[in-house]
Nanobody, 124 residues
Framework: QVQLIESGGGLVQAGGSLRLSCTAS????????MSWFRQAPGKEREFVAG????????QYADSVSGRFTISSGDAINSVILQMNDLKLDDTAVYFC?????????????????WGQGTQVTVGS
């Protein structure tokens, strides 16, 4: 059983940066592909970024490419989402997700483990 805990959300002005962290417990995530999703009020949960466990390949949504970076954290079993040049449309609850597969998937049903989410609010 994998438990995922997100941290690092908060309120930031447009153009600012935030760093989200996802820490897994209960099982090593060495063989898990890790991704971040987000969900804004009234909208469906959408893929943001993913990190494949086998080759470390990353994948990003077009809306965040060039601004967000996903990487393995310094701590064991952690994944980081560095978010720069934040925009009002980035406001959402951000979720960490894990799947035991080589491939980064972009749809929520393909992930078995989820964190509780952390709120990111970008103000003008």
């Amino acid at each position: 059983q994998v438990q995922l805990i997100e941290s690092g959300g908060g309120l930031v002005q447009a153009g600012g940066s935030l760093r989200l962290s996802c820490t897994a417990s209960g099982h090593t995530i060495y063989r898990y592909t890790m991704s971040w999703f987000r969900q804004a009020p009234g909208k469906e949960r959408e893929f943001v970024a993913g990190l494949g466990w086998n080759d470390g390949r990353t994948q990003y949504a077009d809306s965040v490419s060039g601004r967000f970076t996903i990487s393995s954290g310094d701590a064991i079993n952690s994944v980081i989402l560095q978010m720069n040049d934040l925009k009002l449309d980035d406001t959402a609850v951000y979720f960490c997700a894990a799947r035991q597969d080589l491939r980064v998937a972009v749809t929520p049903p393909e992930y078995f483990y989820w964190g509780q989410g952390t709120q990111v609010t970008v103000g003008s």
